[in-house]
């Protein structure tokens, strides 16, 4: 069964303060890694695509980088606008994405 | 260009009502999900639509839901005999194809709450 874990659940940041998320995975055969931004009373916003072990993609502050077993979400120099909760999913053998529980990122000016 | 919209955006409801929940997704897109998220927890997989079929139905928790996807493009969640655990918030998404490889696109969810 795949499944996804996310740490840490809840992370604090000064603004300007750089820091990672992560993003721990079991899939029998990783077709995708997605990272998506949810902000409160909102639909997830797709942010990240990621295929293969070593692949990395940026975004303004937000880079993501994968391995076999886990995905980062670095964030730098970070702003209040930044803060949301951030979730990972994987899609493997089926067409359905497995979610982690996400991260709760809070960026004090 | 438009995004996935779903209405209502919020349900009250008592138990053992029936609730209908509707999903319009991006136009042309031909795959279609519906998600449930629960508060602090990511959200979860009920059924996807490729066209107007459901190839996958695994995630319904019961037989007391049920959804339908007529033209292949507006999707209706249908839940009979409403509990109080079926407080949460429906999300609806969709995919231009298969999306093993494609990202989902979201909408923003309709709440519902049991009273």
């Known amino acids: 069964e795949d499944q996804v874990t996310q740490s840490p659940e809840a992370l604090r940041l000064q603004e300007g303060e750089s820091s990672s998320l992560n993003c721990s995975y079991t899939v029998s055969g990783l077709r995708g890694l997605f990272w998506y931004r949810q902000d409160p009373g909102k639909g997830p916003e797709f942010l990240f695509t990621l295929y293969s072990a070593g692949e990395e993609k940026e975004k303004e502050r937000l880079k993501a980088t994968l391995t076999k077993k886990e995905s980062f979400l670095h964030i730098t120099a970070p702003k209040p606008e930044d803060s949301a909760t951030y979730l990972c999913a994987v899609s493997g053998g089926s067409e359905k994405l497995v979610f982690g529980k996400g991260t709760k990122l809070t960026v004090n000016p | 260009g438009a995004g996935v919209s779903q209405t209502p955006s919020n349900k009250v409801t008592e138990k053992g009502k029936y609730v209908e929940l509707r999903c319009d997704p991006i136009?042309?897109?031909?795959?279609l999900y519906w998600y449930r998220q629960s508060l602090g927890q990511g959200p979860e997989f009920l059924i996807y639509f490729q066209g107007t079929g459901a190839a996958d139905d695994s995630g319904l928790p019961n037989d007391r839901f049920f959804a339908v996807r007529p033209e292949g493009s507006v999707s209706t969640l249908k839940i009979q005999r409403t509990e109080r655990g079926d407080s949460a918030v429906y999300l609806c998404?969709?995919?231009?194809?298969?999306?093993?490889?494609?990202?989902?696109?979201f909408g923003p969810g309709t709440r519902l709450t049991v009273l």
């Open positions: 136009s042309g897109h031909t795959a």
């Open positions: 998404a969709s995919s231009p194809g298969r999306s093993s490889y494609n990202e989902q696109f």
